[in-house]
């Protein structure tokens, strides 16, 4: 089984890479941000939970978020693996993940983190929003806010699995096709 956590600044290409990914490795893809959507549409008891706490301007607990990642888990028992997108964002949140893989007797495989500089995010973002209609996708100082808020939060999580032994980096410039070749590379050494 090959468990991936795909990780990368806003704009990195994670959401492109992983489409690529799921199709050749035949893996299911966890979005946490599919994953809110489609709890919170089918009103679940946790997509009500979850919309309470964003209803008031609060982040959604982790131990929401994990039960939502272990019911698409359980939703796949003859899964090939998975790949986490947007998951986990905080060292608490790798813990807890690894918790929940070990109780269904797998681990995470490895981290790949696509390496792109800010100046690329921005640019790729801002084109992004010509045509996501999302206005902070439009905005640069919101952009730039989000790049640093990745820095100080979520980077932390590399240098985890890095300490495991599973901490992995691709450049993430290049075209789609080249970005997928490196990551493959990775991914069948694993």
Known sequence: MINLVLFGPPGSGKGTQAHKLVK???????STGDLFRHEIGSQTPLGIQAKAFIAKGELVP??????????????HPGAKGF?????????PQAEALDRLLAEKETAVSGLIALQVD???????IKLRGETSGRADDSNESIIRNRIDVY?????P???????????HSVDGIGSVAQIFERLSAVIDRL
């Open 118 to 124: 800010d100046e690329e995010i921005v640019k790729r």
């Open 151 to 155: 820095k100080s939060e979520t980077a």
């Open 24 to 30: 050749k490795y035949h893996l299911i893809h966890i």
């Open 62 to 75: 982790d131990e929401v978020t994990i039960g939502m990642l272990r019911n698409k888990v359980e939703a």
């Open 83 to 91: 790949i986490f997108d947007g998951f986990p964002r905080t060292i």
């Open 157 to 167: 999580v590399f240098d985890y699995y890095v300490q495991q032994g599973k901490g």
